[in-house]
């Protein structure tokens, strides 16, 4: 379980003090798959970042006893000047050991299918590439919450199944977060819907109703 207690983030701007979200409070049970929608700026990704600790609300608290992956599908944190393999190995280094790093190294260069780009440096990668390394280094270790930060739109139509494909099959033991424009995503692959809106979350249980409410939301806010 995910406890998010009372959390406000917030940024300074040229025109003062903006707010993503004041006083959030939300619970995610186990193996519960959710889907956050939102405006371009109400805070999905950052929500994300709080929760697997890469970045810190102004105030409030994440409680969690269980395990939670670092956003899948966003593409950073690598050290340019090694090459793929080198740095998944040192990640691999830090959460395995012994046979299982071979192991686990192997599992991300076939989902990442990088070719000969494996072993070159990290740092002559498109973007894509390196969301598709982060994406498969992500996958390759067992968590009980994994982050999903538009990993849909990572690669091509075949590598995009694939990755669906896995998902579903980590479902069975694992909770998901995930954010993603594609809204027949959300609706494939989530329990419940979160939308973020005027600086707090409304919650459903249906997805349908969520996408709905979040289309009224756009489509309010475009007049």
Known sequence: MIEIRNITKSFMTPKGRHYLFKDLNLTIEDKQSVGLLGRNGAGKSTLLNIICGLDKPDSGEVFTNSTISWPVGVAGGFQGSLTGRQNVLFVCRLYSSGPYIDEKVRFVQEFADLGRYFDMPVKSYSSGMRSRLTFGLSLAFDFDYYMVD??????????????????????????????????????????????????????????????????????????
Do not use: P, W
């Open 150 to 223: 538009e990993a849909g739109a990572v690669g091509d139509a075949a590598f995009r199944e694939r990755s669906e494909q896995i998902l579903k099959a980590r479902r069975e033991q694992s909770g998901f977060l995930m954010v993603s424009h594609n809204l027949g995503e959300i609706e494939r692959n989530c329990d419940i819907g979160i939308v973020l809106m005027n600086q707090t979350a409304k919650v459903f249980h249906d997805t349908k109703e969520a996408v709905e409410v979040y289309k009224a939301h756009v489509s309010q806010s475009k007049k």
